[in-house]
């Protein structure tokens, strides 16, 4: 038996233990809220807030852990055929309540026929970092779309608030590399960036490859998250 | 589907809910969940021990159960023993509540799989929604289903191919579906290329999967080879790519790559009794004890929660024991045998013919000679056909005791009964290399052998002669003496099924037709003329109610 242990080793194995701990305290949190519910008591909203910064570290936890088993070459790649419909569904269903509690609402578009082939637990988790993000910047709607272009399949999260700042953005016009550098002073690590930019090149398909793209919409200026998958 | 129907359809009132969690506070977070459903009737267990308890006494509609339950059954286990003792039905929801993303662990790996399975931890809306959406679901396949245990395969395609049509909804399970019942029905070209079309659109492993088999169905042993290996290359946790492969090295005549393969595999997930048997096995025949050894112990010691234990675990732990110098703790092994399956006639009878192995080994005669006493009249009392397994080394245990006649005789029957079967002939092989007998045994091998090729060319002569009311007889008389026998089985129904193409249906002819090719089926499914068996039956019973 080794008895070495490498530091990342220890250190995915505390954030699995960090994500269990997390997982008890948001159970926790369900309950208080659903008991809050019935007596309709005014710390509901707070407790949803509670419940979203949860959901943040849990989100972090689990692209940390991505990253760590593609550091070790163990994140592997599960495609399958879905709904794409569905995919949006399960999407609002994970994230409706706590947006409805700051008064936004979360609508998706798509052709109920759409389906595609990708990874689904990969491609939730890029949804749901986004989306969740919208929590913070969106004013009151937050739109997920699917659609098809160029032989890609294209999933978009738009919101209504005052846009990603422009260091932020990145378009698949100019380079489709991700070199930018951590940036704490946003407040977004680029952790999440990163992520689903690795998800999306992760997507192949013949000689194709995903990629994403951040842009502020033309008009209204808001925050525009495309990913591309071939 | 439209958004409305969705919403009215499923109602969980009445549902009957069994919660499974080590955890309390997670019993009771997921409790109050049901409960906010309007769920009244929720049972929780804290163990998989206690969950398969309340299944045998309740019938469930839903089940959550946690992937990981501490010591003892895991979820997995659970599910496994509450399918296959029949606790749960077609109609049950088992809901796999994993911590992480266990599900690519899992994947390939399992012989039963989960509904769905649901990720730590998630708000109730979530689950909610996932139950209604297996509701759904299998209200959706339920014409399917019906199909299937109807054995209407083109019917159920049929179904599938409407649903797809109608809605990307459960695409995946449908294509999944269609692809199996294409390999169940013996169209393993059209499996292939179906599953070919599938994997246009990327790499989805359980199409890979799925071509790798109908290919190695089809006897394509080298293109079957590679899929597989790639498969592995790409993702090495794809547990039932290392089961397949195996398989094909050893009809490749290669299994010491069989052996290497499955040491892969139960390194990267040792909690998998069948693999561990598999490869106990595969290393005993290619004389690696010390890996039989330690898969057999493993196999032993994972038959405690698992409803796949088996006496001939123990037995064949026993057996490796002895090559490894260690025959008192066989007997101990044996002893446990007993102490794990109280009241098992078939235990009994394994343990005592293995005893009688053991104390000869040991030099202890007297000893020998009583457990052969005990097997020989257990063997009697016995009801129904004692397994081959248990037969082989019945015989080896005559052999070694000085009884050779009564040992080449047993075995003589099950070669009759297996004169194409390679992997039981080689065990036949080891068996009188074991007992020093290598070539005479080749040569009991090859008489017996003859005897029924022979017998097979005269029936096979008679049909070819145009004789077949004569070819009928004569293979029902020889399906009768050989019930184990595939040739002879397979014959009997084809002479019956051409002799009904020409002259009509009879439906004594063809209930005994549907028996010999169920035998068929039985002893190996991959046989090459299945599908022209299954053809030539489908031209005589358009596929409805021929399930009955």
Redesign the interface.
């Known amino acids: 038996m080794e008895s070495k242990m490498n530091f990342s080793d220890i250190l995915a194995s505390t954030l699995h233990d960090t994500k269990n701990s997390l997982g008890v305290l948001f159970n926790n949190l369900e309950d208080i809220i659903a008991r809050c519910h019935d007596k309709n008591c005014a710390e509901h909203v707070e407790f949803y807030h509670l419940q979203y910064e949860i959901k943040r570290l849990n989100h972090s936890l689990i692209r940390l852990l991505s990253l760590y088993k593609a550091e070790k070459s163990q994140l592997t790649i599960n495609i399958d055929y879905h709904s794409i419909r569905d995919v949006l569904e399960e999407a609002v269903v994970q994230h409706d309540m706590l947006l409805k509690s700051r008064g936004i609402k979360l609508t998706t578009r798509c052709d109920p026929e759409l389906f595609g082939v990708f990874d689904l637990n990969l491609i939730m988790g890029v949804l749901d970092n986004i989306i969740n993000n919208s929590f913070r910047y969106a004013k009151e709607n937050v739109e997920i779309s699917a659609f098809k272009e160029n032989g890609y399949l294209v999933m978009r999260v738009e919101d209504d608030g005052t846009g990603y700042p422009a260091a932020m953005l990145f378009n698949k016009d100019t380079i489709p590399e991700f070199n930018r550098e951590i940036d704490f002073e946003t407040g977004n690590t680029g952790l999440g960036l990163y992520f689903s930019f690795m998800v999306a090149a992760m997507h192949k398909n013949k000689e194709k490859s995903g990629f994403i793209s951040i842009t502020n919409d033309e008009k209204s200026g808001g925050g525009v998250f495309s990913i591309y998958l071939p | 589907m439209s958004a409305e129907s969705q919403k009215t359809a499923v109602n969980l009132k009445m549902k009957i809910v069994l919660v499974v969690d080590d955890?309390f506070?997670?019993r009771?977070?997921m409790k109050?969940?049901l409960r906010?459903f309007a769920i009244n009737y929720i049972d929780d267990a804290s163990t998989g021990e206690e969950a398969i308890r309340k299944l045998s006494v309740r019938k469930y509609d839903i089940i959550l159960c946690d992937y990981n339950l501490g010591p003892g059954k895991s979820g997995q286990q659970v599910l496994e023993e509450a399918k296959f003792r029949e606790y749960i039905n077609y109609s049950s929801i088992f809901i796999m509540v994993t911590?992480?993303?266990t599900?690519?662990m899992i994947?390939g790996a399992a012989e039963y799989e989960p509904d769905d399975y649901l990720m730590?931890?998630f708000?109730?809306?979530?689950l909610e929604?996932k139950i209604k959406?297996i509701i759904e679901k299998k209200e959706n396949f339920k014409e399917i289903d019906k199909s299937l245990i109807n054995h209407d395969y083109s019917q159920a395609i049929t179904l599938c191919e409407a649903l797809m049509e109608k809605?990307?909804?459960?695409?995946?399970e449908l294509?999944k579906l269609k692809g199996e019942i294409l390999i169940k029905k013996g169209s393993y070209q059209e499996a292939s290329e179906f599953y070919n079309k599938?994997l246009v659109?990327?790499?989805?492993?359980?199409a890979e999967l799925g071509t790798g088999k109908a290919n190695f169905m089809l006897g394509k042993y080298e293109e079957a080879k590679n899929i597989f290996e790639n498969v592995i290359t790409?993702?090495d946790?794809i547990m039932s790519a290392y089961d397949y492969l195996a398989k094909i090295m050893i009809k490749l005549n290669n299994p010491k790559d069989a052996q290497q393969i499955l040491m892969k595999a139960t390194s990267i997930s040792p909690k998998a009794i069948l693999r561990q048997k598999n490869l106990g096995n595969i290393a005993y025949s290619n004389e690696d004890y010390s890996v039989a050894e330690s898969s057999f112990k493993s196999a032993v010691e994972q038959g405690k929660n698992s409803c796949f234990k088996s006496p001939s675990d123990y037995t064949s732990l026993a057996k490796t024991l002895v090559q490894r110098d260690a025959s008192e703790e066989g007997l101990d092994i044996l002893n446990d045998a007993i102490k794990a399956f109280p009241n098992n006639s078939d235990a009994r009878l394994h343990v005592s013919v293995t005893e009688s192995y053991v104390y000869t080994k040991m030099n202890k005669t007297e000893e020998a000679v009583k457990s052969m006493a005990e097997a020989q009249k257990l063997a009697k009392e016995f009801e129904g056909p004692i397994s081959t397994e248990i037969m082989l080394d019945l015989a080896k245990a005559h052999i070694i005791m000085g009884d050779e006649d009564k040992g080449t005789e047993i075995i003589k029957n099950i070669v009759r009964g297996n004169h194409d079967n390679d992997e039981m002939l080689d065990n036949v092989r080891l068996v009188f290399k074991e007992t020093g007998m290598a070539a005479k045994g080749e040569n009991i091998i090859s008489v017996a052998r003859e005897e029924i090729i022979k017998l097979n060319d005269e029936g096979v002569n008679l049909a070819q002669e145009g004789k077949l009311a004569e070819a009928i007889a004569y293979f029902e008389k020889a399906a009768a003496q050989l019930p184990d026998n595939k040739i002879i089985n397979a014959n009997a129904a084809q002479v019956l099924m051409i002799y009904m193409k020409q002259n009509g249906k009879n439906e004594q002819q063809l209930i005994n037709a549907k028996i010999y090719l169920d035998r068929v089926r039985k002893i190996d499914e991959t046989y090459v003329d299945i599908p022209l068996l299954l053809s030539l039956y489908r031209e005589l019973v358009p596929e409805v109610n021929d399930g009955k």
């Open positions: 955890f506070n997670f009771l977070t109050n969940m906010s911590a992480e993303n599900r690519e994947m730590k931890p708000a109730k809306e979530v929604k959406n809605s990307p909804r459960n695409l995946s294509m599938v659109m990327g790499d989805v492993v359980w790409k993702n946790k």
